[in-house]
Nanobody, 121 residues
Framework: QVQLVESGGGLVQPGGSLRLSCAVS????????MAWYREAPGRERELVASITSGDSTNYADSVKGRFTSSRDNAKKTVSLQMNSLKPEDTAVYYCNVDVWMYASGTLVNYWGQGTLVTVSS
């Protein structure tokens, strides 16, 4: 079966950097579009960044120029490099992945378990 694991969250000071990773494992599948969302306390979950199977990226205005999304197809992993972090970036970050299941020929969407990013001095 397909499994998705997030890692890389933690505590960082304002201006610091973190790199989040979302790894997808299993057999008989191909990864399609991938995205990162975040949910701050009392706030709605919002789209932070996305990257298509063709490596086309898109970013929320609040993170443009600071965050960079990339993917490693060999490792079936998507990463989010976060630089110049601000306190308002504090949130639980979730990976979201579209997976093509070869057996059924269908697209299945998966969510990661979430990883907490805290930006505070």
């Amino acid at each position: 079966q397909v499994q998705l694991v997030e890692s890389g969250g933690g505590l960082v000071q304002p201006g610091g950097s973190l790199r989040l990773s979302c790894a997808v494992s299993g057999i008989m599948f191909r990864i399609g579009n991938m995205a990162w969302y975040r949910e701050a306390p009392g706030r709605e979950r919002e789209l932070v960044a996305s990257i298509t199977s063709g490596d086309s990226t898109n970013y929320a205005d609040s993170v443009k120029g600071r965050f960079t999304s990339s993917r490693d197809n060999a490792k079936k992993t998507v990463s989010l490099q976060m630089n110049s972090l601000k306190p308002e970036d504090t949130a639980v970050y979730y990976c979201n992945v579209d997976v093509w299941m070869y057996a059924s020929g269908t697209l299945v969407n998966y969510w990661g378990q979430g990883t907490l990013v805290t930006v505070s001095s």
